[in-house]
């Protein structure tokens, strides 16, 4: 738990307050919050219909001015790795499952990949606008700082709405 944060997850865990999915944040009114943190959510998400929805309702949700900031995996970085030579199995299995997901439970499976331009244009087309990637958002010590030698391979961006 982090305080002033109101944390959301789909499966109920120690420091979750509210159990739901990021395609239905119901739960919250139209502009009544001021920042959302999406770390290592929306690669779980289809990409014809989920990821649309699941950015419509932040969209909603978010004041005008509020700010978006999202961290999935960089897959322009993990395929520049994956293809590395001699690179050992061990670590080749990592960047696989960082590209698909860890598949420990019916959540962990990824059904989608970004790259910058590609995350930025779903952003922009959604009302979002100053979308820059950023190194750290240096809020919580999770998947956003994940690190493959001395590359992190987390895609950070933050956003701005309409």
Not at 77 to 94: D, N
Request: glycine share 8%; aromatic share 8%; hydrophobic share 40%.
């Amino acid at each position: 738990m982090k305080e002033g944060w109101t944390l959301l997850n789909a499966q109920p865990r120690p420091g979750v307050d509210v159990v739901g999915l990021v395609t239905d944040l119901s739960m919250f009114a139209d502009g009544s919050v001021t920042q959302i943190y999406a770390s290592h959510v929306y690669q779980h998400l289809g990409m014809r219909q989920e990821l649309s929805k699941a950015l419509s309702e932040v969209s909603r949700v978010l004041k005008p001015g509020g700010t978006l900031c999202v961290a999935v995996p960089d897959l322009e970085i993990l395929m520049k790795l994956l293809i590395t030579p001699k690179l050992p199995i061990e670590q080749v299995q990592y960047l696989q499952m960082m590209i698909c997901g860890g598949q420990i439970d019916e959540y962990d499976f990824h059904k989608c990949g970004f790259t910058f331009d590609l995350l930025g244009s779903c952003l922009d087309s959604h009302g979002f606008c100053d979308i820059q990637r950023v190194k750290s958002f240096d809020l919580f010590n999770d998947t956003s700082q994940k690190m493959f030698g001395d590359v992190c391979i987390s895609l950070n961006m933050q956003c701005t709405k309409k």
